[in-house]
């Protein structure tokens, strides 16, 4: 149980361009999503936190109007980054909190490898 | 304000050697999770651990140990006779409560474990 997806596992993309990222808890309801990037060699940070059926809220210095974040169901949440640019290149995990488990619980997804030529 | 240390960026055993990757963290919580992931190249966060600030009884599980100490902040993990697949990246996290009531994740900078044939 509590498995996490994300889809696409890697994408390219020229600069300048927009794109999507999902993130599906597939057997569980989600209330809380969270968005993750990291860079090569680093450290996992902590980009958003985005609760079902309400705005995100970013964490400080992540520009919200870059980095979309949609969370529509209690499955499904989306990041998007607009206008993309070659520095955004990144490994982006998203996590989901179970409605029915502790509220410290977070399960991760497998991570999107983003390029951007 | 909260933080996690790991201060071994890398290191390097022989195959069937001990290891063990050191976690120091700060945090103005009276109750709080710890939480050990291995991050394997296909960059899929793999849970090892969770620990809450309430139970110092160190825990085995297999050739994986954890010592957790309150009194130096401190959760430390081993890996006994240590096998080339625990070669890996090993984050040490620690929860933190947002305002909004959910548990965030802070993580550390990773330790980055080569074990060597």
């Known amino acids: 149980g509590a498995v996490v997806s994300q889809h696409p596992s890697w994408v390219i993309c020229k600069s300048g361009t927009s794109v999507k990222i999902e993130c599906r808890s597939l057997d569980f309801q989600a209330t809380t999503m969270f968005w993750y990037r990291q860079f090569p060699k680093q450290s996992l940070m902590l980009m958003a936190t985005?609760?079902?059926?309400?705005?995100?809220?970013?964490e400080q210095g992540v520009e919200k109007d870059k980095f979309l974040i949609n969370h529509a169901s209690l499955t499904l949440s989306t990041l998007t980054v607009t206008s993309a640019h070659p520095e955004d290149s990144s490994f982006y995990i998203c996590?989901?909190?179970?409605?029915?488990?502790?509220?410290?619980?977070?399960?991760f997804g497998p991570g999107t490898r983003l390029t951007v030529t | 304000a909260q933080k996690v240390t790991q201060a071994q960026t890398e290191i390097s055993v022989v195959e069937k050697e001990d290891v063990t990757l050191d976690c120091v963290y700060e945090t103005r919580d009276t109750t709080y999770y710890l939480f050990w992931y291995k991050q394997p190249p296909s960059g899929e966060l793999v849970f090892l651990i969770r620990?809450?600030?309430?139970?110092?009884q160190n825990e085995i599980s297999g050739r994986y140990s954890w010592n957790f100490q309150k009194s130096t902040s401190s959760f430390n993990f081993t890996i006994t006779a240590s096998q080339v697949v625990d070669s890996a990246v090993y984050f040490c996290a620690l929860s933190d409560l947002t305002t909004s009531g959910t548990y965030k994740y802070i993580f550390g900078t990773g330790t980055r474990l080569k074990v060597l044939a």
């Open positions: 985005s609760n079902e059926g309400s705005k995100a809220t970013y």
């Open positions: 620990r809450n600030s309430f139970d110092e």
């Open positions: 996590s989901a909190r179970d409605r029915t488990s502790g509220l410290y619980e977070q399960y």
